[in-house]
DNA sequence: TCTCCGATTAGAC
DNA sequence: CTAACGGTCTAATCGGAGA
């Protein structure tokens, strides 16, 4: 008996953080807004308005400002802790609609649907509700594979006729062919700028010129991943579902400064607070790292500036989550790399080796660590409940000067009681 | 020559 | 006034060191 073809819907979000601020400010309905990167440095979400004004993806807004200000856009510093916590409420009303989901972004879900009745119905219905109960915006693609529903992912966002939802499962093997035969390989997931003009040297530049290639001869050019990619486009999955989200193998704190940095001492203030966001993630996975990985960098877009980015791995004798015992070795490290004359841009730490709490190789001959555990779940109690940099170590927030620049968020409408606009 | 491992690359969002 | 360009994460692949 031939197996029916599997169901799965791509939920993604339109213009996801500039659909958040939307929801609180309804009045920029019709206003073009931007939402900025960290340290306001680059266009990170477009509104519709935005993008129609020929703003990118990614650009950096020095670049944009001139042509933004002439056409009255909005721009807003990006504020996580509102994305965040939209994305947990879209997420959450998603879930409903199948066991078998994968948050795979902030702004993307993917529902296994398949066996559902009334597909079509329901996905229309699914639309309505993430709007009524978010005010999120968001399209359906629907197919047999997870490239597949992103690739109709795509169509349901671009085709006003769509409404929202398309159903790559829906089309004849002729339509297939024709419409695959109208798409770019740049837009398949997997397939991006380097690897398009790559396939281009060699004539393939649709999306159906990639399914109909030969398949030993794309292995030999350009690896495993896009066979995989090549299978998904065929209708075979070889990318499974993964409800649940692995942890993580490595952990990355890192940020640009606002202003260029030239003293220790403030490298020092703004490493420690690397050190604490890092560990708290590490110890919100109940993991233990045995490797950390300290950068300094100075600004790689002043090439008529000194350069220097020095960094060291250490590994460390024992694993551990502990804040105060990584921010010892961090500082140390800062210490050690620094070298005066130099304008510092960013730092970061990146820690690695990363095993389940407990499930280390103990040595016999270390004496066993006093580790702080309960310090550090009191701490990150109390960050939880009463917000992130309630408590912090010593060495945080001594020095300022390296903080970002964000000199248009938005207020926390969802995370602060004092950002509600009074009625 | 083979294997291991760290560094680099490419991609996603 | 000027200068101004994100942050995390994974997997594959590359390339050098050592066996």
């Known amino acids: 008996m031939p197996q029916r073809a599997q169901q799965l819907a791509l939920v993604d979000c339109n213009n996801f953080y500039v659909s958040c601020e939307r929801v609180f400010r309804p009045d920029l309905k019709a206003t073009p807004v931007v939402v900025l990167s960290n340290n306001d440095g680059c266009v990170v979400s477009r509104s519709n308005e935005a993008k129609a004004l020929g703003i990118n993806m990614g650009q950096p807004w020095f670049e944009c400002k001139d042509v933004a200000n002439e056409h009255g856009v909005l721009a807003l510093s990006s504020n996580y802790a509102l994305y965040a916590d939209m994305s947990n409420r879209v997420m959450s009303t998603l879930s409903d609609y199948s066991p078998r989901h994968e948050v795979y972004s902030i702004d993307e879900c993917f529902v296994d649907l398949t066996g559902t009745p009334k597909l079509r119905e329901l996905s229309y219905a699914m639309r309505e509700r993430v709007m009524t109960w978010t005010g999120i915006p968001v399209c359906v693609g629907i197919g047999p594979t997870k490239t597949l529903a992103k690739l109709a992912n795509q169509i349901a966002k671009k085709h006003p006729r769509s409404q929202g939802v398309f159903n790559y499962n829906d089309l004849t093997q002729a339509q297939q062919d024709k419409l695959l035969h109208q798409m770019d390989v740049g837009e398949v997931w997997g397939i991006g700028r380097k690897i398009s003009l790559r396939l281009a040297e060699r004539g393939i530049r649709t999306v159906q010129d990639l399914r109909s290639a030969h398949t030993a001869t794309l292995r030999a050019d350009f690896g495993v991943v896009i066979e995989k990619t090549q299978r998904e486009l065929q209708g075979i999955a070889c990318i499974d579902l993964q409800e649940m989200a692995p942890h993580k193998k490595q952990i990355v704190s890192s940020r640009s400064f606002g202003q260029s940095v030239r003293e220790v001492a403030v490298l020092k203030d703004a490493m420690s607070t690397f050190v604490a966001n890092a560990c708290a993630k590490l110890r919100a996975q109940g993991s233990q790292a045995a490797l ?62 990363i095993t389940p709490n407990g499930h280390c190789q103990v040595d016999w001959l270390e004496p066993k660590q006093a580790t702080g555990s309960a310090l550090m779940h009191a701490l990150d109690g109390l960050n939880q409940r009463f917000g992130r940099g309630t408590v912090k170590v010593s060495t945080q927030g001594a020095f300022t000067g390296w903080q970002m620049r964000q000199e248009r968020r938005s207020p926390s409408y969802t995370t602060d009681w004092n950002a509600i606009p009074s009625v």
């Open 292 to 353: 950390i990985h300290v950068f300094l960098h100075t600004n790689r877009f002043r090439q008529d500036l000194p350069q220097y980015n020095p960094s060291f791995a250490l590994p460390l004798p024992q694993p551990t989550h502990d804040s105060l015992v990584v921010n010892r070795w961090a500082d140390y490290l800062v210490g050690r790399l620094f070298r005066p004359g130099y304008d510092y841009k960013k730092a970061g730490i990146m820690l690695g080796d």
